[in-house]
């Protein structure tokens, strides 16, 4: 009885070590060539990599990442001395080895237990050999544009190659139905655009013609994308479709924009791990965008999905943040109507923004002090003293409150716009124009309404003379 207690305690104690011991991802390496080195396991997370393993390589090459925890699926890098790097495919199974020569890891790069990167390799090879077949066709169409006979021979051939890289690529996702290479496969497959057949009595018809194209590109550019599965965090691949999309397909008008977002959007909210890395992306995308008018998207997205309490990712902090800042640019995005500014003036008359009688009117925030105002505002002047005759007006509001400083300066430079003054920013135009620092321009149309922020004095002649031309008859 008593040697029959110690067998199962004996079994108990093998099978606690055994639990103890058990990895959920096990991946022996062998890199010929390298021994006693530091080589790393990283995954691409948007367009940044990130490190998650660490092994030291013995005398023979040899060591083994591992881990108690599976790995979020995706691509993985390889990490060897001098930063150079090879990529395997992280999915279900995470149980496999691998082996290569560190001289040449990329063309000797053999996998045991584990097909789908067997097929990754071939894959990566074939395809790369396509790529630059591709490109060498197109190097020479274009150094025979001006030969007819050669150029039509050339085009042929490739879209032949084309063609054949299409069909490849539908081998490959369709060879592997399921797995993580299929997904990748087919989130890189170019949209076909069809042939548009144009009447003949169609005036322009290679404007409509564009114009088709350009819209089925659009509303077709992420239909190979599947935003249900958090598996394309772990690649380049959705980043880079994202910036492509919102950087050179949509038009860089806000409304469009927000047209766009407000149909990605729903594609993501059934994996909230891929709403927020989207909505994140977008975020930060518009946030850095230096380009006029896309303050009017981040307010959107800031509506839409952070001040809404979607955004459960953020802190307290970020929110508080973000809620101040948001206050401040909802009153001034371009296409609102400019908030009234009524205050004393240099002059010692009240003067209203409201009542500038112009086709357009340059609200400019300065100081006499400030250092890139003193190179803007004798800028300003010059232009000035051109445009004053051509329907523009100036309404300068200085943003200190020392006056003797101010009316030595519009003395001394002979300012003879409006000079507006508000020591103590009783029309709250800090607020309402976000002036949070000098100079600072925005250009008002006849009615007031926002048609430019924060240009340069350099950029207001062509900006006005594109707005007549384009947009003053509407």
């Not at 077949?133 to 050669?150: G, Y």
């Not at 380049?236 to 409304?255: C, K, W, Y």
């Amino acid at each position: 009885m008593k040697k029959s207690i110690l067998g199962i305690i004996a079994i108990l104690i093998f099978s606690s070590s055994f639990c103890q011991m058990k990895v959920s991802y096990e991946i022996p390496v062998t890199i010929s060539g390298l021994r006693d080195s530091t080589i790393f396991l990283a995954y691409h997370f948007g367009d940044k990599q990130y490190l998650t393993d660490t092994v030291r390589l013995d005398g023979r090459g040899y060591g083994v990442f591992s881990g108690k925890e599976l790995l979020p699926s995706g691509i993985y890098m390889i990490v060897l001395p001098g930063k150079t790097y090879f990529e395997v495919l992280i999915s279900d199974d995470q149980k496999f080895s691998l082996s290569c020569s560190y001289s040449d890891y990329f063309n000797t790069l053999k996998f045991s237990g584990s097909n789908e990167n067997s097929y990754f390799i071939e894959y990566q090879k074939k395809y790369g050999a396509m790529q630059q077949k591709a490109t060498s066709i197109a190097k020479r169409v274009q150094a025979n544009r001006q030969d007819k006979d050669s150029l039509s021979i050339l085009l042929r051939e490739q879209k032949i190659q084309e063609a054949a890289m299409k069909s490849y690529l539908n081998k490959v996702m369709n060879d592997n139905q399921g797995n993580l290479l299929s997904v990748l496969v087919k989130s890189m497959l170019p949209i076909e655009v069809p042939e548009f057949v144009i009447p003949a009595v169609t005036h322009n018809p290679d404007s409509v013609k564009w114009v088709k194209q350009y819209n089925y590109n659009k509303n077709h550019f992420f239909d190979n994308i599947d935003f249900n599965d958090e598996r394309l965090l772990r690649t380049p691949i959705l980043q880079a479709r994202l910036d492509a999309f919102f950087t050179n397909v949509v038009i860089q008008s806000p409304d469009s924009i927000i047209k766009e977002i407000d149909k990605l959007i729903p594609k993501c909210k059934s994996n909230h791990k891929v709403f927020q890395f989207v909505s994140v992306f977008l975020f930060n995308h518009f946030r850095e965008s230096e380009i006029m008018g896309h303050d009017a998207v981040l307010v959107k997205l800031a509506d839409d999905i952070y001040l809404s309490g979607k955004a459960d990712w953020a802190s307290k902090e970020f929110m508080d943040d973000l809620r101040r800042q948001v206050e401040l640019l909802r009153h001034n995005l371009i296409g609102m109507k400019a908030e009234n500014l009524v205050m004393d003036s240099y002059k010692g008359v009240f003067v209203s923004l409201y009542d500038v009688d112009k086709d357009f009117t340059v609200l400019y925030f300065w100081e006499p002090d400030c250092g890139h105002c003193k190179e803007t505002t004798p800028k300003l002047k010059a232009l000035y003293e051109k445009a004053k005759n051509e329907g523009i007006e100036i309404f300068a509001v200085c943003t200190t409150s020392n006056k003797a400083e101010w009316t030595k300066y519009i003395e001394e430079q002979q300012l003879t716009w409006i000079n507006g003054w508000d020591p103590e920013r009783n029309t709250h135009f800090d607020y309402f124009y976000n002036v949070q620092s000098t100079p600072m321009i925005y250009i008002l149309d006849r009615n007031k309404k926002i048609i430019a922020k924060k240009l340069s004095v350099d950029d207001i002649p062509s900006f006005i003379s594109n707005y007549r031309k384009y947009f003053s008859h509407r």
